[in-house]
């Protein structure tokens, strides 16, 4: 039976439950980045079926354009609409089918997407692993969205997304997207970023950071030491 348009999939998707409005932030002002990065890593989740992860800006999935030559596509072969998420700043990866997590770290400037049942606690090192240059993508809203390439394939769902995206309500497009398996990331910097994929050699780790990330850094500590001035 198909499911209302643009409702939560019925499936086995293991996509992350959003957290009770309001909780987690501070009564008088806005969370520490550190304090929202934890928040996002705890809740957000991929489920994979098809074995394609795709990373994607969150415009993209609204963006007519690319739409319709998504559902152009829809029986064309699966290195077709790789080419075509490759044309509008997106990045394919073949992974093993199963939920995973996403650690990011906003002072690090890193993302590590990894198998849920699999720890990631020595990050730094998981990061020096990850030496397989597997893509890039450009982020220019702020926010990288990352699902199963099998949601594309789905007209209503990104008939709804591409609704809601242009009645002003882009947090409504993230809980659609986070309620049918997928996940919404914030990347590094306001104006958008360039972001370097890289994957950990027979391992279905990926792990994500802009490709000027030696000037983020050095921006930061200059920061941190006029503060301390």
């Not at 019925?10 to 002002?29: E, L, M, T």
């Not at 080419?83 to 394919?92: A, C, M, N, Q």
């Not at 692993?129 to 699902?147: F, H, K, P, Q, Y």
Request: overall charge negative.
């Amino acid at each position: 039976m198909r499911r209302e348009r643009g409702g939560p999939r019925r499936s086995n998707r293991g996509g992350g439950g959003r957290s009770s409005r309001g909780r987690g932030h501070h009564r008088h002002g806005r969370r520490h980045p550190r304090q929202s990065a934890e928040s996002g890593n705890q809740r957000e989740r991929i489920a994979i079926e098809s074995g394609d992860l795709v990373l994607i800006d969150q415009f993209m999935l609204a963006n007519p354009q690319f739409i319709e030559k998504i559902a152009g596509a829809l029986d064309e072969s699966a290195e077709v609409k790789t080419d075509l998420i490759k044309e509008y700043g997106g990045t394919v990866i073949n992974v093993t089918c199963g939920t995973y997590r996403i650690e990011r770290d906003p002072f690090a400037y890193t993302i590590i997407v990894h198998p849920e049942d699999e720890s990631v606690e020595g990050a730094p090192e998981v990061v020096k692993d990850a030496t397989e240059s597997v893509g890039e993508i450009n982020v220019d809203t702020r926010c990288l969205a990352m699902l199963d390439r099998e949601l594309l394939d789905d007209s209503s769902l990104l008939e709804r997304y591409q609704q809601l995206w242009f009645s002003g309500q882009d947090k409504a497009c993230r809980d659609l997207l986070r309620d049918n398996g997928g996940a919404v990331r914030y990347g590094f910097r306001r104006d958008g970023d360039e972001l370097g994929i890289f994957q950990v050699p027979g391992a279905d780790i990926i792990c994500l950071w802009p490709k000027n990330i030696e000037e983020l850094k050095a921006s930061a500590t200059s920061r941190e030491v006029e503060a301390e001035a």
